[in-house]
């Protein structure tokens, strides 16, 4: 069992940057392939990006890659999705989740734990 909190979220300027974390609780984070996914008002939940457990691969969605970065503090049982170059189309809610010893799927029916989300706003 993992317990995830996502915080960081907020109002940004088009261009800004935000950082989200999601500290997790429970079982050992090492174990978890992590994921960020999001969901817009009227629309589905959407993959952002994952950071495998075994070594550290990461995959990200098109409309992010080059903007997006993730990463994770282990000790710290940390994860953490950098957000550069913000566009109000990246508006939503941000999701973090975790799949033991998972793929990196885009897949969030893969995933087994999730947070509750935190809003990020971005304005024009």
């Known amino acids: 069992q993992v317990q995830l909190v996502e915080s960081g979220g907020g109002l940004v300027q088009a261009g800004g940057s935000l950082r989200l974390s999601c500290a997790a609780s429970g079982r050992t984070l090492s174990d978890y392939t992590m994921g960020w996914f999001r969901q817009a008002p009227g629309k589905e939940r959407e993959f952002v990006g994952s950071l495998a457990w075994s070594g550290g691969s990461t995959y990200y969605a098109d409309s992010v890659k080059g903007r997006f970065t993730i990463s994770r503090d282990n000790a710290k049982k940390t994860v953490y999705l950098q957000m550069n170059s913000l566009k109000p189309e990246d508006t939503a809610v941000y999701y973090c989740?975790?799949?033991?010893w998972g793929s990196g799927t885009s897949k969030h029916s893969a995933y087994e734990y999730w947070g509750q989300g935190t809003q990020v706003t971005v304005s024009s």
């Open positions: 989740a975790a799949d033991l």
